[in-house]
């Protein structure tokens, strides 16, 4: 009974609407399961993708359907997993990285050998490294006359490319 309150007082306090309360911690609970873990990891692991990701109690299913897939493909459990969303998650979202994308990248680099908290970090910091390019990177942009923002909003141009590379296109 207390690890059902300890999951039920998670989910309230993580923005589960208290209507909805029943049938997200009935997921949880086969989530909890299934990934052989506790009732309160598995609800902060999946409260924590559905926050950053603005998704509510009823696609819960789909969020930890994606944890399973990802506990499938790499060397890792669901409670490794549910572990690492707090810090990761926020990172993915803010980049336009989709939860099922950033769980599937951790699942297949934890199966290259990282361990899932390894793993997580460095999807974080190669994230993080895409966002912020190098000043090399925005030198070589001012030199053929744009930004990086402007490069990113608009189709590349093949006639940069040459510049940049000093090749004629064929």
């Known amino acids: 009974a207390g690890e059902v309150a300890e999951g039920l007082f998670q989910a309230i306090s993580s923005g589960v609407a208290p209507t909805r309360v029943v049938g997200f911690m009935d997921t949880m609970t086969k989530a909890a399961l299934g990934g052989f873990t506790d ?11 559905m926050n950053v990701y603005g998704l509510t109690a009823g696609e819960t299913v789909k969020v930890t359907d994606a944890m399973f897939v990802a506990n499938k493909l790499g060397k890792t459990t669901f409670e490794e997993l549910s572990r690492q969303m707090g810090t990761l998650a926020p990172t993915a979202a803010a980049l336009g990285v989709g939860y099922e994308e950033m769980l599937s990248s951790l699942g297949a680099t934890t199966k290259a050998g990282l361990n899932t908290a390894t793993a997580a970090t460095s999807i974080r910091q190669a994230l993080a490294a895409m966002a912020k390019p190098s000043s090399e990177a925005a030198k070589m942009a001012k030199e053929l006359g744009t930004t990086l923002e402007e490069a990113g909003q608009r189709e590349p141009d093949r006639s940069g490319r040459r510049q940049l590379y000093g090749q004629r296109s064929q």
């Open 39 to 49: 009732l309160e990891t598995a609800v902060d692991g999946t409260t924590s993708v």
